[in-house]
Every structure is written in C-alpha cells, then in structure tokens.
C-alpha cells in the first residue's frame, strides 16, 4: 500500500458511497449525533467502524495505546467531556483485543522511555489483580486475562468521572466492556458487574 493507492481508494469510496445516496455526502455535512463513543486501541488491526459494522457519523471515536482511560490525559478526557456534554452520547464503549502489543510491553522487565508512565497503568492493573493473574500459568492466556481487566479497570476509570455520573442521572448513559478476539473477529461483552466492583468505593468518587 503506497500514498498513491490510498487516493485512489478515496475515489472509488466516494464513488460507491454516491451510487448508493446522491446526497451521501451532503447529509454527512450537517452534523454527526452518534449514540456511541468508542474507546479503543490504536492497533492498526483494530478499527471501531468496522468490528462494529457501522457507518461514518453513527460513533464518536477515541484510540490510545492499550485503550487507556488516564484522568489526567487531557486528549481522552476531552473526548469523553465533548462526547458526553455536547454530542450526548448514550452509550460509552472501551473495547481492548487479545494480542494487544500495549499490553504485552507493559509486562515486559524493560525501560521503553517514554512509553514508562503510559504503560505504567496497566501495571497498576496486574497489581491490582496480581493474585488472580499468577495463578494463570499458560503466559499467554494471562496476557488475555489481563486484556479483559484492563477494560474493567479503564470502565470503572470512566464511571469515576463528573461527566459520566451526570449523563447516568441525567438519562442513563451505560458503559460496556468489550474485547475483540483478533483470531476470530468476534466482539465479546465482558458483561461486567460494575456494581460489584463499585459497591464499596464508590462513595468516595461520587460526585453526583
């Protein structure tokens, strides 16, 4: 794939795009309103458009490293604020993939510069659950395992927020976890008890 190709794929895009609606383009000028924000990995495997099956303007989307929800990343806390305040999402995803690369650096007993703080807070989440992960012998399977938490963990990050603790209130904005199997191309709901997890904390985040 060269520069060349990729604007000659545009062309043939735009040309189907106007086969299907003449008015295609002219309908995505007006505005988006997406009922989704999509938090997600910046693997180039992993596009949200097309694991979901959905079309330009139908969600909000926002990739990092590991597909981390940090409090003090002002990028991901902008998305999420104008996501939440202005688009009025209803739905916030944070979807991670097993052979995540983020994920498997992060355990890794090596100094990568200035990936250290990023990948630092998937270390906090190995520490947080270290007594379940090394139980897992299989090295692989733990670094899935570890995938999964990591979207638990980045969720209860986002439900810790002013922004979406009012949306909840306000008109029960709801946070999934998902992982995408890239041996598969499924999407897995991790269906996450996120009242059990909050039970006994979450009267020192609420702020709503």
């Not at 009025?88 to 990936?115: E, F, R, S, T, W």
């Given at each position: ?13 735009i040309?189907e795009k106007?086969?299907i ?13 997406p ?24 969600a ?22 104008y ?23 992060a ?32 090295e ?5 395992r ?63």
């Amino acid at each position: 794939m060269n520069v060349e190709e990729v604007f000659k794929n545009n062309e043939k895009w735009i040309a189907e795009k106007l086969a299907i609606d003449p008015d295609y383009f002219t309908n995505l000028a007006k505005g988006q309103s997406p009922e989704f924000l999509y938090i997600g990995c910046s693997d180039s495997r992993v596009t949200a458009e097309d694991l979901m099956g959905i079309q330009p303007g139908q969600a909000f989307v926002h990739r990092n490293i590991a597909n981390l929800v940090n409090n003090v990343d002002l990028n991901v806390m902008s998305v999420l604020n104008y996501a939440v305040r202005h688009l009025k999402v209803n739905h916030i995803v944070v979807c991670g993939h097993y052979n995540c690369g983020g994920v498997k650096a992060a355990m890794q007993p090596a100094d990568l510069g200035i990936l250290n703080p990023w990948l630092r807070n998937i270390r906090d989440v190995y520490r947080l659950h270290r007594d379940e992960l090394n139980k897992i012998e299989d090295e692989e399977s733990r670094y899935n395992r570890l995938v999964e938490l990591n979207v638990q963990e980045q969720c209860v990050n986002l439900i810790k927020t002013a922004a979406v603790q009012e949306a909840y209130n306000e008109r029960g904005l709801t946070v999934h976890g998902w992982v995408f199997d890239i041996h598969t191309g499924r999407l897995i709901d991790l269906k996450i008890d996120f009242d059990a997890i909050l039970k006994n904390i979450m009267e020192i985040y609420k702020l709503y």
